[in-house]
């Protein structure tokens, strides 16, 4: 068994928060274990809660679309996981504890990966891994050091959903940041 696939098991039985008790599954994560480019969600939705994967609703049809045009892939040539590894009742933003609890699968997601290039989706990735408070419209335009990485935040495909063509415009630039980063250009 590979350490990703030890560490999902783990997670499978994790009852380190009260996120636990009414999940329908942990949505681990997805896609190849040796990515180079790895996206970082908030939180799994009720979509994901009853398939186990991450972005697999609305805002995961978004993310695929804007993979294919904008990077030439589709998630099977990425990883993709969440801040969170539960869904949060009614889609509510993940509390500090609960992000806590979950912070040391996805550092050991990272760590097991070993990423060239990780994109954040959203406020709760972006401020957790840049360790920063500031908002991601404040952060996102630029890349970041991360380690050994680069860091490229953009918006979460749910925000570009309800905010139209001007978020998706940036996160398209976002994408093609992560992709020169990556050397895919």
Known sequence: ??????????????????????????????????????????APGRDEDLQGEPFVGRSGKLLDRLMAEELGIDRRQCYIANVVKCRPPDNRNPRPEEIEACRPYLVSQLDLIQPVVVVTLGNFATKLLLETDEGITRV????????RSHLVPTYHPAAALRSGGAVVAQMRSDLVRAKQLLGWT
């Open 140 to 147: 996102r335009g630029k890349a970041y050091p991360f380690g």
């Open 1 to 42: 068994m590979t350490g990703l696939a030890h560490l999902a098991q783990e997670a499978a039985g994790c009852t380190k928060c009260a996120l636990s008790a009414r999940r329908t599954q942990v949505v681990f994560g997805v896609g190849d274990p040796d990515a180079d480019l790895l996206f970082v969600g908030e």
